[in-house]
């Protein structure tokens, strides 16, 4: 009896000894085992015809007022390069399924105008077309990445676009692009086939699509053919394409993938500005949520192509509110505040760690269009709180994954929790380590303990996006309220990291 009652008070001092003196947010940066690498095209952007993404967004037209390099803003320009903006998507979205690339070429005055009936009846006049996103693209230094209309175009339609970009031959789309002024092919590699082809790119059902996409893709000789993939909880889709596809490896080099968080529903999604910490709860929830989607989708596709040549694509991805009164609805033009930068960084880090299957994820969209990186009203720009954490993440672009075994607090509400703390761990071609972590938790900081294995880093520096408010947020005319500044809360001894977080906040910390 009196053995018994030794060991229980034993056991009961190791057991509660012990985790009295730790904190409850552990982890193990390993690192020395990195195996995969985060593509830089993981930190793309997606630009559509809708509202003001393009035209005032990043197209003003030679003659305006606003300074600009061949009609594109000089502003915007210069705040895309600060962030290495690695790869662009165009011209949609569902966009895409009802653009006509020949309209869009030749002499702006020529072009014919058409109603954008997708995107709030507005007259487009083909003012932006191939030529003046190519040139965009390479004053960025980034690589573009055209979507086909498959949903009301031809095949024919679609194959003559890649000659027109792509050939160097003595063929009539090559000659033509010469004509028209552009004598190097602009070798683009990444293609659509379709957008959403389950919705607004032709309402199909995954058979009768795996047919379309293998009859498109076998007649567009892009480099890099990217099939549209279901709604994120459609496995059946993936199941069904990936199935149909299997025998047809050289047609299919990316499978998409689009995920918006909304904060209640599609009909009512919820204010970008004015909200709760109750929907700021449900905003992470559903944001966190892609992490086990994206494992679901990666397992099938894991069956069908285990040596992971296909790349899942999450070709659209960002919070979706309900868009700014007094603005055409149809325009999707929303602020952006603290809670979209957290959220960003939790996308970011889910996709960092999924980084052996994605290969490639642009946000929605790239300027004035659900979750920017930059607001424009005339000639005046605002970079919001997604743009900073954009900029301080581009440390992860190339750099290797390396793993991490995690024990975070719970963040409740209610009955529902979910992980406090999000991390992603990279280490650079310079051997410099870089920690990125989110605390979700908008009312409480939290201590962290790291060990990091396998390297023996001297100095850790660190930086920090935070505010007081849940809804802080960058203002026209307004000094910013949310942006990037030093972080001296981390301190590394004998190989042990310890952190105070404050609530809220998304932090970078360099290992050196
Ligand atoms: O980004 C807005 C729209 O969302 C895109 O056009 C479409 O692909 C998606 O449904």
């Given at each position: 009896?009196?053995?018994?009652i030794?060991?229980?008070?034993?056991?009961f001092?190791?057991?509660?000894?012990?985790n009295?003196?730790?904190?409850?947010n552990t982890?193990?940066?390993?690192?020395d085992?990195?195996k995969?690498?985060i593509s830089?095209?993981?930190?793309?952007?997606?630009t559509?015809?809708?509202?003001?993404?393009?035209?005032?967004?990043?197209?003003?037209?030679?003659?305006?007022l606003?300074?600009?390099?061949?009609?594109i803003?000089?502003d915007?320009?210069?705040?895309?390069k600060?962030?290495r903006?690695?790869?662009?998507?165009?011209p949609?979205g569902?966009?895409?399924?009802?653009?006509?690339?020949?309209d869009g070429?030749?002499?702006?005055?020529?072009?014919?105008?058409?109603?954008?009936t997708?995107?709030?009846?507005?007259v487009?006049d083909?003012s932006f077309?191939?030529?003046?996103?190519?040139?965009?693209?390479?004053?960025?230094g980034?690589e573009?990445y055209?979507?086909?209309?498959?949903?009301?175009?031809?095949?024919?339609?679609?194959?003559?676009?890649?000659?027109?970009v792509?050939?160097?031959n003595d063929?009539?789309?090559?000659?033509?692009?010469?004509?028209?002024?552009?004598?190097?092919?602009w070798?683009?590699?990444?293609?659509g086939?379709?957008?959403?082809?389950?919705g607004?790119?032709?309402?199909m059902?995954?058979?009768?699509?795996s047919?379309v996409?293998?009859?498109f893709?076998?007649f567009?000789l892009g480099?890099?053919?990217?099939?549209s993939?279901?709604?994120?909880d459609?496995?059946?889709?993936?199941?069904?394409?990936m199935r149909?596809?299997?025998?047809?490896?050289?047609?299919?080099?990316?499978?998409?993938?689009?995920?918006?968080?909304i904060?209640?529903?599609?009909e009512?999604?919820?204010?970008?500005?004015?909200?709760n910490?109750?929907e700021?709860f449900?905003?992470?929830?559903?944001?966190?949520f892609?992490?086990?989607?994206?494992d679901?989708?990666?397992?099938?596709?894991?069956r069908?192509?285990p040596e992971?040549?296909i790349?899942?694509?999450?070709?659209?991805w960002?919070?979706?509110?309900?868009?700014?009164?007094?603005?055409?609805?149809?325009?999707?033009y929303?602020?952006?505040?603290?809670r979209?930068a957290?959220t960003?960084?939790?996308?970011l880090?889910?996709?960092?760690?999924?980084?052996?299957?994605v290969?490639m994820?642009?946000?929605?969209q790239?300027?004035?269009?659900?979750?920017?990186?930059?607001?424009?009203k005339?000639?005046?720009?605002?970079?919001?709180p997604?743009?900073?954490?954009?900029?301080?993440?581009?440390?992860?672009?190339?750099?290797?994954?390396l793993?991490?075994?995690?024990?975070?607090?719970?963040?409740?509400?209610?009955?529902d929790?979910?992980?406090?703390?999000?991390?992603?761990a990279?280490?650079?071609?310079?051997?410099?380590?870089?920690?990125?972590i989110?605390?979700?938790?908008?009312m409480?900081?939290?201590?962290?303990?790291?060990e990091?294995?396998?390297?023996?880093a001297k100095k850790?520096?660190?930086?920090?996006?935070t505010?007081?408010?849940?809804?802080?947020?960058n203002?026209?005319g307004?000094?910013e309220?949310?942006t990037?500044?030093?972080?001296?809360?981390a301190?590394?001894r004998?190989?042990?990291?310890?952190?105070n977080?404050?609530?809220k906040?998304?932090?970078m910390?360099?290992?050196?």
């Amino acid at each position: 009896m009196k053995n018994n009652i030794a060991l229980f008070i034993l056991v009961f001092i190791i057991i509660y000894g012990v985790n009295a003196q730790q904190s409850p947010n552990t982890f193990i940066v390993y690192g020395d085992s990195g195996k995969s690498t985060i593509s830089k095209n993981i930190y793309g952007h997606f630009t559509e015809h809708l509202g003001r993404c393009i035209y005032g967004g990043i197209w003003v037209g030679k003659n305006s007022l606003i300074p600009n390099t061949r009609g594109i803003r000089n502003d915007v320009l210069a705040a895309l390069k600060a962030i290495r903006v690695p790869v662009v998507r165009w011209p949609g979205g569902c966009f895409a399924d009802t653009y006509h690339w020949m309209d869009g070429i030749g002499p702006a005055e020529k072009r014919p105008k058409f109603v954008n009936t997708t995107w709030g009846g507005v007259v487009e006049d083909n003012s932006f077309g191939t030529h003046e996103f190519l040139d965009f693209c390479e004053l960025l230094g980034a690589e573009p990445y055209l979507t086909v209309n498959v949903g009301s175009g031809t095949i024919k339609e679609a194959r003559d676009w890649v000659e027109y970009v792509n050939s160097d031959n003595d063929s009539p789309m090559a000659n033509l692009r010469r004509l028209n002024g552009r004598k190097e092919p602009w070798n683009v590699k990444f293609w659509g086939i379709g957008n959403e082809t389950w919705g607004c790119g032709g309402n199909m059902t995954p058979e009768y699509y795996s047919n379309v996409y293998k009859q498109f893709s076998t007649f567009c000789l892009g480099k890099f053919k990217i099939l549209s993939g279901g709604t994120s909880d459609d496995l059946n889709w993936t199941e069904t394409i990936m199935r149909a596809t299997k025998n047809h490896g050289d047609l299919i080099q990316g499978y998409s993938y689009h995920y918006y968080t909304i904060c209640h529903n599609w009909e009512k999604k919820g204010d970008a500005v004015n909200f709760n910490e109750s929907e700021w709860f449900n905003t992470m929830q559903k944001t966190a949520f892609i992490d086990g989607n994206l494992d679901q989708h990666a397992a099938i596709m894991d069956r069908y192509d285990p040596e992971k040549k296909i790349g899942l694509i999450a070709d659209e991805w960002g919070n979706w509110f309900d868009p700014e009164p007094g603005d055409n609805p149809a325009f999707l033009y929303q602020q952006n505040t603290l809670r979209d930068a957290v959220t960003a960084a939790l996308f970011l880090n889910i996709f960092n760690n999924h980084c052996d299957r994605v290969r490639m994820a642009n946000i929605a969209q790239m300027v004035n269009v659900l979750q920017s990186v930059i607001l424009t009203k005339d000639d005046k720009i605002v970079l919001t709180p997604t743009y900073y954490v954009f900029k301080m993440y581009a440390a992860h672009q190339g750099a290797t994954l390396l793993p991490i075994k995690m024990n975070s607090e719970q963040y409740s509400q209610g009955n529902d929790k979910i992980q406090a703390i999000s991390i992603s761990a990279s280490k650079d071609n310079n051997g410099k380590i870089h920690i990125s972590i989110a605390n979700l938790d908008p009312m409480s900081e939290k201590k962290l303990s790291c060990e990091v294995h396998g390297i023996s880093a001297k100095k850790v520096t660190g930086e920090i996006i935070t505010a007081d408010k849940m809804n802080a947020y960058n203002d026209f005319g307004k000094p910013e309220e949310v942006t990037i500044k030093p972080f001296s809360d981390a301190q590394l001894r004998n190989g042990m990291l310890t952190i105070n977080l404050p609530a809220k906040c998304v932090v970078m910390l360099e290992l050196d």
